[in-house]
């Protein structure tokens, strides 16, 4: 993150001092950096400025309303994958040609909200979702552009819990059976095939499963010789987690992308947002008691997996540092864990890392993308709070759920 950094031992982000932060709001809570998410998003709009894709900022990374409407007012549109989602993102003030329905299990209800807001696109990810949305635009009198999403059985080379374009993924339709499909639609007279879309995972760090996705989309679509309005290439960009990754270098890959959408004479719709939105946000929390093991000692916070999965889920590592630096350094091995009855309520293992004691506090880094969106309840643990940061201003976008609401709901 550009907008964190520490003025002599303090953290800070943007101009605000997170230890004064601390003076004013318990821990733990989510805090962003309004600035980095505009420097990502127009960093990734940059890149592919000759192709002028819309970028569909995916709403499952982070659904705060109030980051919404700062992507909004940048010319985002989103990418959702519920009808609270896409109800979140019209709220926002996104508009619904800008809006894209995925995902594999869209109830009745989801896509009757769809139909009658009348988004840019539907992507069907099977025949039977095809059928559906055909049965209820007809009784809705109203002709739905659809687009269908593909497996192109490509091997995005990343966490198999996030790999989503392999033929084993649950995923899209595969090309042998949308082929099938295909000599079937036009008896759908309801729904207008628009878009062919595609996602291969997340957490990609470099552009080969992308080229390889171009390449069989752009075979099929001649094969076929589809006559397309949009090609949804999905996200899944990286970022670096640690100072070992490099984030992916997208600038060979926009060339690609350039030749792809003026060969086809169609507009590319993106769905970045780990990339966006992964970088912005830390997790702030408390050192509640330190507990010597046998192996290594427990630093015990008071943020739990219910705040913050995305290392219980995925095994995935997010680097801890100090709020306050300190030169003295600890010669024990030390994990960060959480108060969750649960084992896999942990965070990090440590060796020669800086003294630390209990009432410390410490940042996780890198939460913005898949950290409040996957928070929970679990434990009857109350949603923690969303701080906003902007300069030297700072703002809540979600205050602290009340516990005694949470018990009585």
Do not use: W
């Not at 899944?236 to 086809?264: A, C, D, Q, R």
């Not at 300190?326 to 960060?336: H, Y």
Request: proline share 2%.
């Amino acid at each position: 993150m550009q907008n964190l950094r520490y003025v002599g031992k303090n953290l800070f982000i943007e101009k605000l001092s997170i230890k004064n932060i601390l003076k004013k709001q318990k821990t733990p809570f989510y805090i962003y950096s309004e600035n980095q998410i505009i420097t990502n998003f127009l960093k990734f709009k940059n890149t592919f400025k000759k192709t002028n894709p819309l970028i569909c900022f995916a709403a499952k990374s982070n659904s705060n309303l109030n980051i919404l409407k700062v992507l909004g007012r940048l010319g985002a549109g989103a990418d959702v994958v519920s009808g609270g989602e896409l109800l979140k993102a019209l709220k926002a003030g996104i508009k619904a040609k800008k809006i894209v329905f995925s995902g594999v299990g869209k109830t009745e209800e989801e896509l009757k909200i769809a139909i009658n807001k009348n988004i840019l696109l539907i992507n069907c990810e099977s025949e039977s979702e095809a059928k559906l949305v055909n049965s209820l635009a007809k009784k809705l009198r109203k002709k739905v552009s659809i687009g269908f999403r593909l497996n192109p059985n490509v091997d995005a080379k990343t966490h198999k819990n996030i790999s989503t374009g392999k033929a084993e993924n649950k995923f899209g339709l595969s090309i042998k059976s949308f082929k099938i499909f295909l000599k079937t639609i036009n008896s759908l007279k309801n729904i207008k095939l628009d878009a062919l879309s595609v996602h291969i995972g997340s957490q990609i760090l470099n552009d080969a499963p992308f080229k390889k996705t171009l390449s069989v989309m752009s075979k099929l679509i001649k094969d076929l010789r589809l006559n397309l309005k949009f090609v949804d290439l999905g996200g899944g960009f990286g970022i670096n987690y640690t100072n070992k990754e490099k984030p992916i270098n997208l600038n060979k890959y926009s060339k690609l992308v350039e030749n792809f959408s003026k060969k086809l004479d169609c507009k590319i719709i993106f769905e970045p947002g780990r990339s966006i939105i992964g970088n912005t946000g830390l997790l702030i929390s408390k050192v509640q008691f330190i507990k010597k093991g046998a192996n290594k000692n427990f630093i015990i916070l008071d943020a739990g997996m219910n705040d913050f999965m995305r290392p219980a889920l995925y095994d995935a590592f997010h680097q801890i540092i100090p709020v306050s630096k300190n030169s003295a350094k600890s010669k024990d091995k030390i994990e960060f864990v959480g108060p969750v009855c649960e084992s896999t309520c942990k965070f990090g293992i440590y060796k020669n890392y800086q003294k630390i004691n209990e009432n410390d506090f410490i940042a996780i880094t890198n939460v913005g993308a898949y950290g409040s969106s996957l928070s929970s309840n679990y434990n009857t643990r109350p949603l923690i709070a969303e701080i906003l940061i902007n300069k030297n201003k700072l703002r809540y976008i979600r205050k602290k759920q009340n516990l005694l609401k949470l018990i009585s709901s």
